[in-house]
């Protein structure tokens, strides 16, 4: 008689703990509704915490108007719509009033940004990143990105996208002092590896990137930069951040809900009308099919008021981590691009490697006697490691 073998239980990336009292919730439901009831009660929770007891200082999130939670949850949310815009370009009948709603926001996005051409359709700004990759490169070709120890993200590096379409990755210099590019050490490598896309962007980001002067030194051997705005895309809007697509950069792509204060998604422009095909097949039908158009609405309204208010709000962000920074500092913890004003960005960098590091910090927090009135919302990945040497240990605001 043969024993069948035992299966070894599948593990779960997500947590035990969390998931079994998830499992005690609905096992406490008797029916169905009470199920319902119990999800809504945890997004009260949410709401609660979050909305009404925290200072939140997460970097990938931002506060959005009235208007915009409104429209996410509109009726056209229920609606489908894949393909681009216009009658013929549709795979469903019925678009006539949502290829409207889609149409203002592209051009509203054109307006904003300063651009020819612009997609609404990311779920994602890393769809973005993937998109841009798999117009402009092949598997097998080189790129530059900045690794994360430095505020680099995963999307440009071997474990996201960038790693996915097959791509041969090399390290931007970065100078740890300055908290910049290192211009003089990459006029040296980019020409040693002639990379087909230099990837910039991060998110950590303190200071501006030297676009013109990169584009310079790929442009010899048709390199393209790519701008990930993720973190400063609402920057870019409000002009107070560098503007890529004037600096050298052929394509921009960013997230609609950290400081364009827009809902969760993605955002892509351009201005070279050669790219348009190649990133527009990239987006549909290879990435996305249908696509929210109660976000997409939801992002054409987030656009009209980043033209109506963006520059005035963009400046005082700024301001505010300006002046975080250097509170910070007078308190004795060590922040780091203090003798460059501290950030340009809405960004502060603690070195918090003397107080255990930053995870730690954060659950010190939780449980501070204070905590009650005024909780600080914390990032769990601060960085990957330290600016200096590359050792954990930055708290992020």
């Known amino acids: 008689m043969h024993e069948t073998p035992a299966v070894p239980?599948?593990?779960?990336?997500?947590?035990?703990?969390?998931?079994?009292?998830?499992?005690?919730?609905?096992?406490?439901?008797?029916?169905?509704?009470?199920?319902?009831?119990?999800?809504?009660?945890?997004?009260?929770?949410?709401?609660?915490?979050?909305?009404?007891?925290?200072?939140?200082?997460?970097?990938?999130?931002?506060?959005?108007?009235?208007?915009?939670?409104?429209?996410?949850?509109?009726?056209?949310?229920?609606?489908?719509?894949?393909?681009?815009?216009?009658?013929?370009?549709?795979?469903f009948a019925g678009t006539r009033h949502i290829d409207e709603i889609e149409a203002l926001c592209v051009e509203l996005l054109k307006q904003v940004f300063r651009a020819r051409y612009a997609d609404h359709r990311l779920v994602a700004s890393m769809i973005g990143n993937l998109a841009v990759y798999t117009a402009l490169t092949e598997p097998g070709d080189v790129i530059m990105s900045l690794t994360q120890p430095f505020g680099g993200h995963s999307s440009n590096r071997s474990d996201g996208p960038a790693g996915v379409r097959g791509l041969k990755i090399v390290d931007i210099p970065f100078d740890p002092v300055e908290l910049e590019v290192d211009l003089d050490l990459f006029r040296k490598v980019a020409p040693l590896v002639r990379p087909k896309v230099i990837a910039l962007g991060a998110s950590m980001t303190l200071f501006p990137f030297p676009l013109q002067a990169m584009h310079e030194v790929v442009s010899e051997w048709g390199g393209r930069l790519f701008f990930d705005g993720a973190h400063q895309?609402?920057?870019?809007?409000?002009?107070?951040?560098?503007?890529?697509?004037?600096?050298?950069?052929?394509?921009?792509?960013?997230?609609?809900?950290?400081?364009?204060?827009?809902?969760?998604?993605?955002?892509?422009?351009?201005?070279?009308?050669?790219?348009?095909?190649?990133?527009t097949h990239a987006i549909f039908p290879v990435l996305a099919a249908t696509h929210q158009v109660n976000r997409a609405a939801a992002l054409a309204a987030s656009a009209a008021e980043m033209l109506a208010y963006g520059r005035v709000?963009?400046?005082?962000?700024?301001?505010?981590?300006?002046?975080?920074?250097?509170?910070?500092?007078?308190?004795?913890?060590?922040?780091?691009?203090?003798?460059?004003?501290?950030?340009?960005?809405?960004?502060?960098?603690?070195?918090?490697?003397?107080?255990?590091?930053?995870?730690?910090?954060?659950?010190?927090?939780?449980?501070?006697?204070?905590?009650?009135?005024?909780?600080?919302?914390?990032?769990?990945?601060a960085a990957h490691g330290n600016y200096r040497d590359h050792a954990p240990g930055h708290g992020r605001g």
Request: charged content about 20%; overall charge neutral; some cysteine.
């Open 233 to 279: 895309l609402g920057l870019v809007a409000g002009g107070q951040f560098q503007d890529p697509l004037r600096e050298g950069a052929v394509v921009m792509t960013g997230s609609a809900g950290k400081t364009f204060s827009g809902p969760q998604s993605g955002i892509i422009v351009w201005d070279d009308p050669e790219l348009t095909v190649p990133l």
């Open 9 to 91: 239980e599948q593990e779960d990336v997500h947590d035990p703990a969390i998931l079994a009292h998830a499992r005690t919730l609905l096992d406490a439901c008797r029916t169905p509704q009470q199920m319902g009831e119990a999800v809504l009660e945890a997004v009260v929770r949410n709401e609660m915490w979050r909305g009404k007891q925290c200072l939140n200082l997460l970097a990938p999130e931002a506060p959005t108007s009235p208007t915009v939670r409104a429209l996410l949850s509109s009726e056209v949310g229920t609606r489908a719509a894949e393909g681009h815009i216009g009658p013929v370009n549709r795979w």
């Open 313 to 381: 709000y963009m400046a005082q962000i700024v301001r505010n981590a300006q002046a975080l920074g250097a509170a910070l500092a007078r308190c004795g913890i060590p922040i780091l691009g203090a003798h460059k004003g501290f950030t340009m960005t809405q960004q502060v960098i603690a070195d918090v490697r003397q107080f255990d590091g930053d995870l730690q910090v954060a659950h010190q927090q939780k449980s501070h006697p204070r905590g009650q009135a005024g909780k600080l919302g914390s990032p769990r990945r």
